[in-house]
């Protein structure tokens, strides 16, 4: 079984994720969320997925509207480890270059001499701000679409590639 771990919470029964990660096999059975884990492995509650839903606009030659909601089976139990996302308020259209976001992840740190990815044990954050789509444009090319992409950055603080 597929495992999503440390995917933000819309509420106790829904999350959210990028398209991309589902996109290959979008039967719900084969992917679990880990609530409430610090560890990558041994740690947090599991909860099955019994529903995926991609945006109909996803395209991954683009990477536009990369987004999936998952319903769980059993709401999550909310506590002092598990908790919600914060969006912005209610009718924002974007969010100002600027703003500090928080990231987190288990993707991959570095690689090794012999190009091996090495994943971090613990789970990691990093507060990021958001940046201008000039900027994010100047570093990614035709593969930012501003309609659809919060680009992100700062020194020395990145989103973690193949983030688990």
């Known amino acids: 079984m597929g495992t999503i771990v440390a995917r933000p919470l819309i509420n106790p029964r829904w999350a959210i994720t ?10 719900p059975h084969v992917y679990s969320l880990v609530a409430g884990a610090h560890r990558i492995h041994g740690d947090g509650v599991v909860y099955r997925i019994n529903k995926i839903i991609m945006h109909s606009g996803f395209s991954m030659s683009h990477l ?8 769980l089976a059993v709401p999550v139990k909310l506590n002092s ?3 919600t996302v914060c969006f912005p308020p209610m009718g924002s259209r974007r969010v100002s270059p600027g703003t500090q976001c ?9 690689f090794n001499f012999w190009g ?3 994943s971090p044990e613990y789970l990691q ?14 570093k990614a ?10 680009c992100i950055g700062g020194v020395g603080q990145v989103a973690c590639h193949g983030d688990r």
């Open 141 to 150: 090319g035709d593969r930012v679409h501003d309609a659809t992409m919060v």
């Open 18 to 27: 990028a398209a991309h990660c589902v996109r290959s096999n979008n039967d």
């Open 81 to 83: 480890k598990v908790g």
């Open 64 to 71: 536009r509207n990369d987004i999936a909601l998952l319903r």
């Open 102 to 110: 928080w990231i987190s992840g288990w993707g991959t740190q570095k």
């Open 116 to 118: 091996t990815a090495k």
């Open 125 to 138: 954050q990093a507060n990021v701000p958001v940046v201008n789509s000039r900027t994010c444009a100047n």
